[in-house]
T-cell receptor, first 112, second 117 residues
Framework: AQSVSQHNHHVILSEAASLELGCNYS??????LFWYVQYPGQHLQLLLK??????LVKGIKGFEAEFIKSKFSFNLRKPSVQWSDTAEYFC??????????FGTGTLLAVQP | DGGITQSPKYLFRKEGQNVTLSCEQN?????MYWYRQDPGQGLRLIYY???????QKGDIAEGYSVSREKKESFPLTVTSAQKNPTAFYLC????????????????FGAGSRLTVL
């Protein structure tokens, strides 16, 4: 069955700490991978995406993610977090049907 | 400004009542979606539509119904058959699958929060 797993449900970091949020997927065929972010009181928005090519993708606000096919992973990273990164982060996987599957989300709280 | 408009933002319903949530987009997107967001469960797909007059059930379609009579509109009805309707509902849209650029990238609305009293 298709699924996306995010193992970190809540993460608390201090400003300037490094961030890595885990995402593993199970999806048959060619897969597109995404990270979406929901800042407090705002719409869900795209942070970054991987369709093909360079497995290291860069997104907005200094975020990046690496697609490791052998590990079925697409972990999100940021070298130094800021208080404004406090948000809920969702990993998602999609394919040819246009149907996306989302993970359960990771709530990140950055303490100033 | 192009985007997705969901209404109402907040809605209260008595048990046994049907309610309809509105979703309108002016992005000229072909595909539209309804998700339900519950704490700790992420986003779960209720229904999706890739073209006018056609839609498919998602993972949790029971107790919900949709229509897609116009490209820009995809209303969701939460019926009295839905056992646990209190939730945050998100509408989204995307360009149709086919091109590389923009395939499967979703644009979301601000959401509608439904509370059943």
């Amino acid at each position: 069955a298709q699924s996306v797993s995010q193992h970190n449900h809540h993460v608390i970091l201090s400003e300037a700490a490094s961030l890595e949020l885990g995402c593993n997927y199970s999806y048959g065929g060619t897969v597109n991978l995404f990270w979406y972010v929901q800042y407090p009181g705002q719409h869900l928005q795209l942070l970054l995406k991987y369709f093909s090519g360079d497995p290291l993708v860069k997104g907005i606000k200094g975020f990046e993610a690496e697609f490791i096919k052998s590990k079925f992973s697409f972990n999100l990273r940021k070298p130094s977090v800021q208080w404004s990164d406090t948000a809920e982060y969702f990993c998602a996987a999609g394919g040819a049907t246009n149907k996306l599957i989302f993970g359960t989300g990771t709530l990140l709280a950055v303490q100033p | 400004d192009g985007g997705i408009t969901q209404s109402p933002k907040y809605l209260f319903r008595k048990e046994g009542q049907n309610v309809t949530l509105s979703c309108e987009q002016n992005l000229n997107h072909d595909a539209m979606y309804w998700y339900r967001q519950d704490p700790g469960q992420g986003l779960r797909l209720i229904y999706y539509s890739q073209i006018v007059n056609d839609f498919q059930k998602g993972d949790i379609a029971e107790g919900y119904s949709v229509s897609r009579e116009k490209k820009e509109s995809f209303p969701l009805t939460v019926t009295s058959a839905q056992k646990n309707p209190t939730a945050f509902y998100l509408c989204a849209s995307s360009m149709s699958q086919g091109g590389f650029s923009g395939a499967n990238v979703l644009t979301f609305g601000a959401g509608s929060r439904l509370t059943v009293l």
